[in-house]
């Protein structure tokens, strides 16, 4: 039984940081390539980062040079590390496992809200 559980999201100010973590099982998450979206409201939800099998990364223009995946492939758990958070990263923070071209799993999300 698959499952991808996120955790990590909360409240912060302007310029603070979270660390987003998603604990997987039920799969070899080490099969997958694994990435961090995220949607507010009835927006279109957008891909944040990702981190493939072989641990290279890719990010969006918009998280770059703030925002670092990682991944413990022994702990079945992704990491998104998030610094200088700005409002509009105000989001619902969802985990993905892709499986070749397939996106092919999905957490409950979790809520970060960046406000003064």
């Known amino acids: 039984q698959v499952s991808l559980v996120e955790s990590g999201g909360g409240p912060v100010q302007p310029g603070g940081s979270l660390r987003l973590s998603c604990v997987t099982s039920?799969?070899?998450?080490?099969?997958?390539?694994m990435g961090w979206f995220r949607q507010v409201g009835d927006k279109e939800r957008e891909s944040v980062a990702c981190i493939n099998s072989d641990g290279s990364t890719a990010y969006k223009d918009f998280v770059k040079g703030r925002f670092i995946i990682s991944r413990d492939n022994a702990k079945n758990t992704v990491y998104l590390q998030m610094n200088s958070l700005k409002v509009e990263d105000t989001a619902v923070y969802y985990c993905?496992?892709?499986?070749?071209?397939?996106?092919?799993?999905w957490g409950q999300g979790t809520q970060v809200t960046v406000s003064s």
């Open positions: 039920g799969f070899t998450m080490e099969d997958y390539a």
């Open positions: 993905n496992a892709k499986y070749l071209r397939n996106y092919e799993y």
